[in-house]
């Protein structure tokens, strides 16, 4: 590529949007940041230093006080929280919990978000989160919204969680994923929600190829790549 490529990837939970971003990284000689990762790191900083997640002013005091530490490669984004990484620590039931109610915090999304918008610059990325093409990316080169339906989401994530060596049932996670999806789009700052401008994609009955298939179709077709 010539120029810097951004895409953002949007969608709800266990939609397939980190496996997309990561398979594209790679083929696209791009880097991968995975906005919730950012505030599931400052969730877990909250629980560390017995934080109320509720309270937006502590919430926001603790996150300006840098103890969170993001690298970007074409894999993943890794974590790493004064200094020690904790990567794989983000994604357990207590974080899982609290993360939508910092994610909620007005001020807390504004001060992540121009963290966000400053990691993107001059390199190609992707983006990948519930508000990327929104929020984060708003100018990205192909804006993409995954969707699917709300079993298989369920049935993805309880994989996910699987390989991290966390073991839920599938009522747990499918039950977690509804609310999340309500917590999302009924939020009143940056609700999920589908741009105008998104190329969107049903990932229910197609593989991984496939979907990366046809946004690397629509990459040429905008003359991308």
Known sequence: MNK???????????????????????????????????????????????????????????FKKKLIEIKLTDLETRVFIEGKEITDEIFSSEVTKNVPV????????????????????????????????TDVAPNADLKIYLTADVNVRAQRRLKQLQKRGLN???EEVLSSVKLRDKQDMGREASPLRVVPDAYVIDTTNLTIEETVEKVMSKLQEKGLI
């Not at 696209?28 to 919730?36: D, P, S």
């Not at 400053?118 to 989160?129: F, P, Q």
């Open 102 to 133: 910092v994610a909620s915090h007005p001020n807390v999304r504004r001060e992540m978000v121009h963290w966000q918008k400053k990691m993107t610059e001059g390199i190609n990325i992707i983006v990948e989160g519930r508000d990327s093409a």
């Open 168 to 170: 839920p049932s599938f």
């Open 4 to 62: 810097k490529l951004v895409i953002a990837i949007d969608g709800p939970v266990g939609v397939g949007k980190g496996t997309l971003a990561v398979r594209l990284a790679k083929k696209l000689g791009a880097q991968y940041l995975y906005t919730g990762g950012m505030y599931r790191a400052l969730t877990l900083v909250c629980l560390m230093k017995k934080v109320d997640v509720s309270d937006e002013e502590k919430v926001l005091g603790l």
